[in-house]
């Protein structure tokens, strides 16, 4: 197998380019988790699931930061210069920007199947297959791959 090695610009390059991928998607699902709030089916949830859903607002909030960061760092700490060390940070927190996205989504899953389902249970198991589901193409799938390249 042919592989390219990257130079460190383009590493740097690459690894905003991937931030911005998964930013939109973390504030749209957080605008919706705002609205949510001021909907009147949201008073059909108890109080506990209204603070599962407060939980997954602030998950939602802690990806968007990590994944933000980068930029705030590199403007502020090395600016005009791409080094090792931005491109290693970045990476690492966008890697895990994605497990409070995981988490926060799963909760938003078990809400919403709740209120369809009208049941805990199936809504739990929705919102656990969910999670199985981006655990395994997040982290899962990416592993798999790096060991078969070894």
């Keep these: 197998m042919q592989v390219h090695r990257e130079t460190l610009e383009e590493e740097a390059t690459h690894v905003t380019d991937e931030a911005r991928m998964v930013l ?6 957080l ?8 909907n009147q089916r949201f008073q059909e949830f108890t109080a506990g699931e209204q603070l599962i859903h407060l939980v997954a607002f602030l998950l939602m909030a802690l990806a968007m ?7 705030a760092y590199h403007r502020q700490v090395e600016r005009g210069s791409v080094s ?3 491109v290693d940070l970045s990476s690492t927190l966008l890697t895990l920007a994605m497990l409070p996205l995981i988490a926060g ?7 919403i199947a709740r ?5 805990q249970g199936p809504a739990l198991l ?3 297959g969910t999670a199985l589901l981006l655990t395994g193409l997040w982290y899962g799938l990416p592993a798999f791959c790096r060991r078969l390249r070894s």
């Design 24 to 29: 939109p998607g973390v504030q749209a699902v």
């Design 31 to 38: 605008g919706f988790q705002l609205i949510a709030v001021f």
């Design 65 to 71: 930061g990590l994944v933000m960061t980068p930029a």
């Design 84 to 86: 090792r060390r931005f």
């Design 105 to 111: 989504v799963c909760l938003d899953t078990y809400l």
């Design 115 to 119: 209120l369809i389902l009208k049941e």
């Design 126 to 128: 929705v919102a656990v």
